[in-house]
């Protein structure tokens, strides 16, 4: 089962020098960039959301 995770870490390490450029994948590429930035800053977001939530509500508690 290692030997499968080393050739499997190798030939995608090996996969990363292989100059693939093609418009599919300059598309696919630009598409899941786009994505990951916009699931970012959603969950940076709603983590930002949750920290002043809490903020509020200890505020509010510690003054009562």
Do not use: C, Q
């Amino acid at each position: 089962m290692e030997n499968r995770l080393l050739y499997g870490f190798i030939a995608a390490f090996a996969f990363m020098f292989v100059p693939v450029r093609s418009e599919l994948f300059e598309g696919l590429a630009h598409f899941i960039d786009t994505l990951l930035y916009f699931v970012g800053l959603i969950s940076a977001i709603i983590f930002g959301a949750i920290l002043i939530w809490n903020a509020f509500r200890n505020l509010r508690s510690a003054t009562k």
